[in-house]
Structures are given as C-alpha cells and as structure tokens.
C-alpha cells in the first residue's frame, strides 16, 4: 500500500469515528423527543452535540482529515524550520570534519619531517634562577 492510499484509509476511518457516534445520538435524541411531551431538552441536546461536531470538522482536526483525505503534503511550519535548522548544523559540521581532517594531515607532515631529522630532540630543563 502506498502512503498515500494508508492516508486515505486513516482519513475515512477517522470521518466514521466521528460520523457513526454522532448518528447514534442523533437516533436517540430523536426517540427520547418522540417520548416526551415538549421535547426541548432533546433537541437543545441535539443542537449541542452539532456544534461541537461542526467545529471539530470546521476546526484544525477537520483540516487534517481533509489534508488526509486529498493526499496532498502536509506543510508544517515547525516541521520545515527544525528541518532547515538541522541542515545548517549539518552544514557547519561537515565544515568542521574538513578542518579537522586538514589539521591531521598537517599533524602527520610534521610527524614525518620530525622523523626525517636524525637526531631525536630532548627538551632542554628548565632554568632555575
């Protein structure tokens, strides 16, 4: 399965989790209005449980669903900042690993002129006035 074709599975398995409680107590509601002689308890019930399911979807969860749904990138905006922050660290340790790879050549150039030399170098002692 493809990421995109998961991400649509996700996506409609979401809009049922979301779809199929909220039908249920709309069947409820309505039942327990029938039973009731003014039936304004149920439906200011009904009508609370529609605005918060139209501001789920309307809200950012909706967004994401739908985000899902089409298959489309996801933008995040902390997402592609912390990405370009970890190229630049990247950047700058691929720089240091160059100057450190310079600086062992140069470590080994002098090793081998000091071992070229014939005689060994003895530090002298230091002088005590």
């Not at 450190?100 to 006035?129: C, K, S, W, Y």
């Amino acid at each position: 399965m493809s990421n995109n074709s998961v991400s649509r599975f996700w996506g409609v398995v979401a809009i049922l989790g979301l779809t199929m409680p909220a039908l249920l107590f709309l069947a409820y509601t309505m039942d327990e209005a029938g039973r009731q002689n003014p039936p304004i308890v149920p439906l200011f019930g009904l009508l609370a449980v529609a605005a918060m399911y139209v501001a789920v979807i309307r809200g950012p969860v909706g967004r994401g669903i739908g985000r899902m749904l089409e298959g489309g990138p996801v933008v995040d905006d902390q997402l592609s900042t912390r990405v370009n922050q970890l190229e630049a660290q990247n950047a700058d340790l691929v720089y240091e690993q160059q100057r450190l790879m310079e600086v062992e050549e140069r470590l080994d150039f002098a090793e081998r002129l000091l071992a070229q030399r014939g005689a060994p170098i003895t530090p002298r002692p230091p002088e005590v006035n």
